[in-house]
């Protein structure tokens, strides 16, 4: 199993461009999520999934949108980057979305706008 | 809503002094606690986690934490860390089928 992967790990777009942040899962895990990893910030939730065709918002959607049309991929899209979104995005996934699952997380995309 | 805090954004320790990582959580039901590290340039992984049963959990890497209901705090502890041990560590709690994250904390230690 190759778990969470994320492409691509680093990216640098200007103001105004637009992007689209990869995740692909091969547990066959219901829930996939999006963070943002900002220093001292911890993560903060962008947009989650609970299965193929359902999404919904986190803590920070602004700016960002999502598609869940199969199992294994949940893409995450910027539309007119601005500076505020330079972060570390990870997305993770669970299987039943229990609260005691734990989150299986990609290695990051480090997304610099400027 | 579940809040998560954890005390200390910075620690720097040399090797084999002995570590411990505050985190307090706010809601008081049911409770499960997780730790996550992130070794450097790496993605996270689970540490430990508490669900029910024994307060003390241990977890990888010689780690554990004390889940103190009183004190609404799930502290982690290592008697004595390595440099490996150098990371960022982070407290999460569920807010139903999500996770909420305490700010991290990156420990430094030196060899």
């Known amino acids: 199993n190759a778990g969470v992967t994320q492409t691509p790990k680093f990216r640098i777009l200007k103001i105004g461009q637009s992007m689209t942040l990869q995740c692909t899962q091969d547990?066959?895990?219901?829930?996939m999520y999006w963070y943002r990893q900002d220093p001292g910030m911890g993560l903060k939730l962008i947009y989650y999934?609970?299965?193929?065709?359902?999404?919904d918002k986190g803590e920070v959607p602004n700016g960002y949108n999502v598609s869940r049309s199969t199992t294994e991929d949940f893409p995450l899209r910027l539309e007119l980057a601005a500076p505020s979104q330079t972060s570390v995005y990870f997305c993770?996934?669970?299987?039943?979305?229990?609260?005691?699952?734990?989150?299986?997380f990609g290695p990051g995309t480090r997304l610099t706008v400027l | 809503a579940q809040s998560v805090s954890q005390h200390n954004h910075h620690v720097i320790l040399s090797e084999a002094a002995s570590l411990e990582l505050g985190c307090n959580y706010s809601?008081?039901?049911?409770?499960?606690l997780f730790w996550y590290v992130q070794y450097p340039g790496q993605h996270l992984q689970l540490l430990l986690k508490?669900?029910?049963?024994?307060?003390l959990v241990k977890g990888i890497k010689g780690f554990e934490a004390e889940f103190i209901k009183s004190k609404f705090s799930f502290n982690l502890r290592k008697p004595s860390v390595q440099w490996s041990d150098t990371a960022e560590y982070f407290c999460?709690?569920?807010?139903?089928?999500?996770?909420?994250f305490g700010g991290g904390t990156r420990v430094l230690v030196k060899p």
């Open positions: 999460a709690a569920p807010a139903g089928n999500k996770l909420t």
């Open positions: 809601y008081g039901g049911t409770v499960n």
């Open positions: 993770a996934s669970t299987n039943r979305g229990r609260a005691s699952d734990e989150q299986f």
């Open positions: 999934s609970v299965g193929a065709g359902i999404t």
């Open positions: 508490y669900f029910s049963g024994d307060p």
């Open positions: 547990m066959n895990h219901n829930y």
